[in-house]
């Protein structure tokens, strides 16, 4: 039987993982509690009710993937796959403005040392580098995740796959919920192989809907208990009062935790003292 072949040991495994780089968020509290950022090989699930930075967060990442190995970035590139139509490209180029700013903060000499450093840390570098799809209907959405290992393996510096958001037409316009379990489990295997096949990371992110539990209506993420299987880590994004927070409410090597965050003019980044003025970004 060939899948024998492709057998590693458990020290291979770990040592392969904990030589991975990871995908910084912006936010070092943020990081932290995801052990260090968003992992390569795996798919991480974030969710939240509208406004509290998802897409934000998103785009962040996009961005981030790309900051130069010498920066202690992956040099990647992103594809962002847009099912809601939120992606801003006047957004975009901010954030990219913003991560190299910061970059040359931390590094305020070593940008100085080659041209090419130097034509790296452009906005239209950064915006260039990611891969856009406009998804507008499911068929759209299967046929997008069905071509993607085509396109990874013409594109081998793609290091973050996001779908923003994974659920919105399949909520909207699937009706036979037993097929959409189906198929969607079917693309979340996809995706996993895909994020394991070729190093990257793979982020969904996901919206919430309302569930009757114990005598109360709370907030769930979207497609039900069915889909919560699909992915290594859910990350989930609330408010608390006017403070933005995020759980890690699942994965298989971390502990349950929570940060705050901001969304701030530069991007994602740490949440700020009160003493300081906090930029509301939708």
Known sequence: MSFVYGAQNAWDMLSDEQSQKHITTGSGDLNHILGGGI?????????????VGKTQLGIQLAINVQIPVEYGGLGGKAVYIDTEGSFMVERVYQIAEGCISDILEHFPHSHDKSSSGQKQLQP?????????????SYTEQ?????YLEKFLGEHKDVRIVIIDSVTFHFRQDFDDLALRTRVLSGLSLKLMKIAKAYNLAVVLLNQVTTKFTEGSFQLA?????????????????YWNGNDRYAHLDKSPSLPVASAPYAVTGKGVRDAVSPNHKRVRVA
């Not at 992992?39 to 406004?51: A, D, L, M």
Request: hydrophobic share 40%; charged share 15%.
């Open 124 to 136: 239209e570098h950064f915006l260039a580098d990611i891969y856009y799809f406009r998804i507008c």
């Open 142 to 146: 299967i046929a997008a995740i069905n």
């Open 39 to 51: 992992h390569c090989k795996e798919v991480t699930e974030i969710g939240g009710v509208p406004g």
């Open 221 to 237: 993420l979207a497609l039900g208990d069915s889909w919560s299987h699909s992915c290594t880590n859910r990350l989930i994004l």
